[in-house]
């Protein structure tokens, strides 16, 4: 995968496990003070060969307990996004999100697999890796010397990073599935209690609905873009070999090219797949952060570079906190960019977008209120609706590979609070729009993917 190595984070170890099942420990960490479960990570990794029947797994529109996700086609061909809510993830009331923006001949093919099989790689990290029980029932708790906090920071910080190394290494080696010139994004989320664990790559991005102290909504951006023009991803990037500079056309868009071939012109710095350029300083090191949240936190938003290519993240918070009804939030963000898509540039082609809404008090409206929204109860709870004919591996009709896709340069900053924040000193994020491509062309050998 090439000798670059993210200096932005603490381990690069490799991960031993590839989402295999591996033994059957109990959980052995009390969360926040919950009493113990005798349910087993494994038993949830067991089921994982049966994604499509999982309770409280959303992948396609709907609603599940305490979110709304939604889903659309732009005008470029097929949908490359991808989306996830799975609550009860873990045993101890673990709520995973994710949103994956694919890229390239293959990218919703990727970004489909990165989505069924990133939060299983997560599930046997934990699995394997969790403090040994010294015998008694109590024995793995992390808070007997109150640095539960600081355990649980580094533990899900290393289950971050070798799940998402395991994940790449997974695609590089799959044998019907070609990530040479494709790849995908990720925005991950893990709810435990009051802690907030996120791992990110590429230009998909993660906001939160917060009140002020004078009870206004206001919005928070928790993750950060992670474009080649970062101080930090362009200096990775030149030490190996690889090339950043924006075409003369779209002088604000900087893309990373191999250092022989003007190709393919990959508009981030991270992502999974893409190991055309993985030699020249492209990774899939995710930046991780954690974040307290406290009863002030309202709701979380993940999104593509559709949304954000159009909306601001004070208008999505708007949207969403002024939704008649929650079930809808996610529906109403996708409705509203598609609408700015369309006064704001004419001329161009929508991009896919993909919104996810997790509510963090935990809380939906009726069913009523849902059907009122234009949303009937089989479609809030069906896992397939709104993708036909995709199957969970990431199968769908048969359509024309599509390289475009957009991505966004708006960017703004959060409260200062969250720890391990990814932002570069003294760096601040390009305001306004462009609607480009996230790659420009193949390169010249792409027909002649070398061997692994």
């Known amino acids: 995968m090439g000798a670059c190595c993210s200096t932005s984070t603490r381990s690069t170890c490799s991960s031993r496990n590839n989402g295999e099942k591996g033994p059957s420990p109990r959980l ?19 089921t994982l060969q049966h994604l499509a029947s999982i309770p409280n797994r959303i992948f396609a529109n709907g609603k599940s307990r305490s979110s709304c996700i939604f889903t659309q086609q732009g005008r470029k061909g097929i949908n490359q996004d991808a989306m996830i809510v799975w609550e009860d993830f873990l045993p101890e009331d673990v709520t995973f999100c994710g949103v994956f923006d694919g890229h390239g001949p293959h990218g919703h093919l990727v970004a489909r697999k990165v989505r069924d099989t990133l939060p299983g790689k997560l599930m ?21 010397d109150g640095s539960t906090e600081e355990k649980l920071d580094s533990l899900w910080r290393e289950a971050f990073m070798k799940s998402y190394k395991a994940m790449d290494k997974e695609l590089k080696s799959h044998p019907n599935l070609d990530c040479f010139c494709s790849g995908s994004t990720a925005v991950t989320i893990v709810k435990q209690g009051s802690n907030l664990f996120m791992g990110y790559i590429g230009d998909s991005r993660a906001i939160m609905g917060s009140k002020d102290s004078n009870d206004s909504m206001v919005a928070i ?29 779209e002088p604000e868009v900087s893309r990373v090219w191999l250092p022989f071939d003007d190709a393919p012109g990959l508009a981030m710095a991270r992502a999974f797949g893409d190991f055309c350029l993985k030699e020249y300083g492209v990774i899939s090191i995710p930046e991780f952060s954690h974040r307290l949240l406290t009863e002030r936190d309202q709701f979380i938003v993940l999104a593509s ?22 079930s809808s939030a996610a529906r109403l963000v996708v409705d509203s960019a598609a609408r700015e898509w369309k006064l704001k540039y004419p001329t161009s082609k929508m991009d896919d977008c993909a919104v996810v809404c997790l509510f963090l008090d935990g809380k939906m409206d009726s069913e009523s209120d849902c059907e009122e929204q234009g949303f009937s109860s089989a479609t809030l709870q069906s896992n397939h609706s709104g993708n036909a004919a995709e199957s969970d591996d990431g199968g769908q009709q048969k359509s024309e590979p599509c390289l475009q896709r957009n991505f966004t340069v708006r960017s703004s900053g959060g409260d200062g609070t969250t720890i391990g924040a990814a932002e570069d000193e003294g760096w601040s994020g390009l305001e306004g729009v462009t609607r480009v491509n996230s790659l420009v062309q193949l390169p010249r050998f792409s027909d002649e993917r070398p061997s692994t």
């Open 221 to 249: 951006q928790l993750t950060v873009d992670l474009k080649p023009d970062l101080p930090r991803e362009a200096e990775r990037i030149k030490r190996c070999k690889g090339r950043v500079f924006a075409l003369q056309d």
């Open 305 to 326: 570079d559709g949304v954000w290519d159009v909306l601001s993240n004070e208008e999505v918070v708007d949207i969403v906190s002024s939704a008649p009804a929650r």
């Open 124 to 144: 046997s990290f934990l699995d394997t890796n969790q403090p040994k029980q010294d015998g008694s029932e109590d024995g793995g708790d992390l808070d007997k």
């Open 28 to 46: 052995g960490i009390r969360f926040c003070g919950q009493k113990r479960t005798k349910k087993t990570v494994s038993d949830h990794t067991m």
